[in-house]
């Protein structure tokens, strides 16, 4: 992947390490056809990159950060409109932390929603629980496959899926 080093220090710095996967993990099952990883530039310039696992009909968005320098200039909702393009005729999946009016960050989870709603997401009634968080579920059609989902996690989770399960 071009820009190795620059993509893994922003995944280092826009998750917090109780959400982030290993790397090593990461990028052994971005070589299998189910997952894509991707890395955007504007000409020669890093913005961001996406983590996508394909399954079901479903393109689920596991990671997406926008470099940290150039954040509220347009390139998130570029990088979404790039994806909505590459997968055209499926809806695309990610999860945010459900709001909380006792969290810290409730006004950042509730910023993050309605970026995402301005980018043609809407909001699904499934929610992910994960280290003592629950996560929010958003697509870009209306009907998502719940269990298409669940399985999506499997597969990435694999050979260790089978006995998380």
């Not at 320098?69 to 390139?75: A, E, W």
């Not at 997968?87 to 409730?106: C, F, G, H, M, T």
């Not at 929610?127 to 697509?139: F, G, H, K, P």
């Amino acid at each position: 992947m071009k820009g190795y080093s620059t993509v893994k220090q922003l995944y280092m710095r826009a998750f917090p390490k109780y959400e982030r996967e290993t790397w090593p993990w990461m990028m052994l099952k971005s070589h299998f056809r189910e997952a894509d990883f991707m890395a955007f530039y504007d000409r020669q310039r890093f913005v961001g990159f996406a983590y996508v696992i394909h399954s079901h009909g479903f393109h689920y968005i596991l990671f997406l950060a926008v470099n940290d320098q150039l954040r509220s200039q347009g390139y998130g909702s570029r990088i979404i409109a790039e994806l909505r393009k590459l997968y055209r005729k499926d809806s695309l999946i990610l999860d945010v932390e459900q709001p909380n009016p006792q969290a810290q960050n409730n006004h950042q989870r509730l910023r993050r929603i309605a970026f995402y709603r301005r980018n043609g997401f809407y909001l699904t009634s499934k929610r992910i629980e994960e280290n003592q968080m629950t996560y929010q579920v958003l697509a870009t059609k209306k009907r998502i496959n719940q269990q298409g989902i669940d399985r999506i996690f499997q597969w990435f989770a694999w050979p260790l899926g089978w006995f998380i399960q």
